[in-house]
């Protein structure tokens, strides 16, 4: 754009979705944070107008106001199924966030959880760390505490609530093609139960798993954060990996990190030598559920419960996948599934969030745990493990006697009941 103040930016190279915006003000009553807040400029056109103003000047990238709002942004992206001119309001705020890295520091803990996650040396002793933690009374007993770390321990503790059941093993069938999945960071650390829930689930299904060696973290937090470089170079690394297995189709049961990979085109869309290889992965991504769905699924065995299901925002609105994950647990006799109100509303995990902005977090949280406890449900299905953890501590901290689960996991516990 002529007299633009930030050229050569990721923000300047995101101009013509900033121009795409009509103002119209249909994202309002989608974007939690507006909803919470009562702030213009903490929704979705408030945000962009002042992307705008950043690339014309009328504001500076170190006004900490500005920082302000967009750090406030969930990154939820709810307001792109709503707005009817097709504003990529994902990608603008991770071009915004990637610009003004350069202008403000990243909070102490954020720079720490993103350095980890990037080294796998450090990542799995520290998975392990909080594995070990988690499988001790220690994080139930501080969850009650207040504030970030409270929060934290709750976090950790509603990792081990999980839906009892044997295992069985599943006879392989391999006709609808073979199927490598994404093992994720936090999910293979903290939720290993629910991908090899996943690998039982899809042989049932007829897919064929395949290894994946050498595969790291998707790098969406990175992305979402602004660390653009290192969102990249863990991507390359993945496709790498991915390309080496062969695999038909790439499964992912963390709606956060499907969404990423889904998108490593535009991710690496000025990386001549590997956008087109990002774009040929990117097609071969499929959430877990939709795999199922595509498969029928097969019906399991009965599981007499009471389930209601909060779709993660990646999932519905970045990925819009809606029908695939209730299909999951339409596959389940005996379950009754409880509509959630609102159940399209953001639980306030949005990655590492709930850490950073944790009063605008717990905002956004409570009505969602408010519908939970109206539902009377024993189970809260979801399938992102931010959303697991967010509400999971929600729901200890708020004693309620709810517990969340990855449908995947219930779906499982179906087939083992059904002696798959």
């Known amino acids: 754009m002529p007299g633009c103040a930030l050229p050569n930016t990721p923000l300047a190279a995101a101009l013509p979705g900033i121009n795409a915006c009509v103002h119209c003000g249909f994202c309002l009553q989608s974007c939690p944070t507006y909803l919470n807040l009562e702030d213009e400029n903490d929704s979705p056109r408030g945000r962009i107008f002042l992307m705008r103003s950043l690339l014309e000047g009328t504001v500076k990238p170190g006004d900490a106001s500005v920082q302000l709002h967009i750090d406030q942004c969930l990154g939820c992206r709810a307001c792109e199924p709503v707005c009817p001119s097709g504003v990529p309001y994902g990608q603008l705020l991770e071009a915004t966030r990637a610009t003004l890295y350069e202008y403000r520091p990243t909070p102490f803990i954020a720079r720490l959880i993103l350095f980890v996650f990037a080294r796998e040396w450090l990542l799995r002793p520290a998975m392990v760390f909080s594995r070990a933690l988690a499988a001790t009374p220690i994080p139930t007993l501080l969850s009650g505490i207040r504030g970030r770390l409270g929060f934290a321990m709750a976090m950790l503790a509603s990792t081990g609530r999980s839906i009892d059941r044997s295992l069985y093993k599943p006879v392989a069938r391999g006709e609808r093609g073979t199927v490598?999945?994404?093992?994720?960071?936090?999910?293979?650390?903290?939720?290993?139960?629910?991908?090899?829930?996943?690998?039982?689930?899809?042989?049932?299904?007829?897919?064929?798993?395949v290894e994946a060696p050498g595969q790291k973290c998707c790098g969406a937090l990175h992305a979402h954060a602004g660390h653009l470089e290192d969102a990249r170079t863990l991507a390359r690394r993945n496709i790498v990996a991915f390309e080496r297995s062969g695999a038909t189709f790439i499964a992912v049961n963390a709606a956060g990190c499907g969404a990423i990979m889904k998108e490593y085109g535009h991710l690496l869309k000025d990386d001549p030598e590997w956008h087109q290889r990002a774009?040929?992965?990117?097609?071969?991504?499929?959430?877990?559920?939709?795999?199922?769905?595509?498969?029928?699924?097969?019906?399991?065995?009965?599981?007499?419960?009471?389930?209601?299901?909060?779709?993660?925002?990646?999932?519905?609105?970045?990925?819009?996948?809606?029908?695939?994950?209730?299909?999951?647990?339409?596959?389940?006799?005996?379950?009754?599934l409880v509509p959630l109100n609102d159940s399209d509303q953001c639980c306030g995990s949005a990655g590492i969030y709930n850490l950073i902005e944790p009063d605008t977090s717990d905002a956004v949280l409570a009505p969602k745990l408010a519908n939970i406890r109206?539902?009377?449900?024993?189970?809260?299905?979801?399938?992102?493990?931010?959303?697991?953890?967010?509400?999971?501590?929600?729901?200890?901290?708020?004693?309620?006697?709810?517990?969340?689960?990855?449908?995947?996991?219930?779906?499982?516990?179906?087939?083992?009941?059904?002696?798959?």
């Open 180 to 209: 490598a999945t994404l093992r994720g960071c936090v999910m293979e650390g903290l939720f290993s139960t629910t991908n090899r829930a996943t690998e039982r689930v899809l042989t049932v299904n007829g897919y064929s798993i």
């Open 279 to 336: 774009v040929n992965l990117s097609a071969r991504v499929r959430d877990v559920s939709e795999l199922l769905a595509a498969a029928g699924p097969r019906e399991g065995g009965p599981l007499p419960m009471k389930v209601t299901y909060d779709a993660p925002c990646h999932l519905i609105h970045a990925q819009r996948v809606n029908e695939a994950p209730l299909s999951v647990l339409a596959a389940i006799p005996g379950l009754e």
């Open 374 to 420: 109206a539902t009377r449900a024993s189970w809260v299905a979801t399938g992102n493990p931010g959303c697991l953890m967010q509400i999971g501590a929600g729901l200890i901290r708020a004693d309620i006697s709810a517990r969340a689960i990855h449908p995947v996991d219930l779906l499982d516990a179906s087939y083992a009941a059904f002696g798959q």
